[in-house]
């Protein structure tokens, strides 16, 4: 397993669900999981994606600039932390932002998120 390879194909993945069907993020986190989204917590899958889906925005794109990614810990697990453009509907100028992500790998093969960290990164 090549981890900037998981890495790249799970930040793929991730962001053209969020920009296209945020609802269907569900299946990446699970009852431990934990977002924090501009310092707001929010702990379990529902509730992410409760949170996800009740942004003040429906339609964005997101512009990957940067994805960097380390194993974590002996279980198997990896860093994610990604830094990009995200275009909302209507706007002018991008926002930049960044996220980290804390996959682990569930039984199955593939991974889960454990954490998700995102904030907007202003100038």
């Known amino acids: 397993m ?3 390879a ?3 194909a799970f930040v793929e993945h991730y962001y ?3 920009d296209s069907n945020r609802a269907g993020l569900a299946n990446l986190y699970q009852e431990s999981s934990m977002l924090t989204f501009e310092g707001q917590n929010t702990q379990g899958c529902q509730s992410i994606v409760a949170k996800l889906t009740s942004l003040p925005f429906q339609q964005c794109q997101h512009a990957i600039t940067t994805v ?3 194993p974590s810990g002996p279980a198997g697990g990896m860093i994610v932390f990604v830094s990009g ?3 909302l509907t209507g706007e002018q100028h991008a926002l930049k932002f960044s996220q980290m992500f804390h996959l682990m790998p569930t039984p199955q093969g593939s991974f889960y998120v454990l954490n998700d960290i995102f904030r907007l990164n202003y100038a």
């Open 68 to 70: 960097d990614c380390q």
């Open 16 to 18: 053209t669900t969020f």
């Open 2 to 4: 090549d981890p900037d």
């Open 6 to 8: 998981v890495a790249k």
């Open 85 to 87: 453009n995200l275009q």
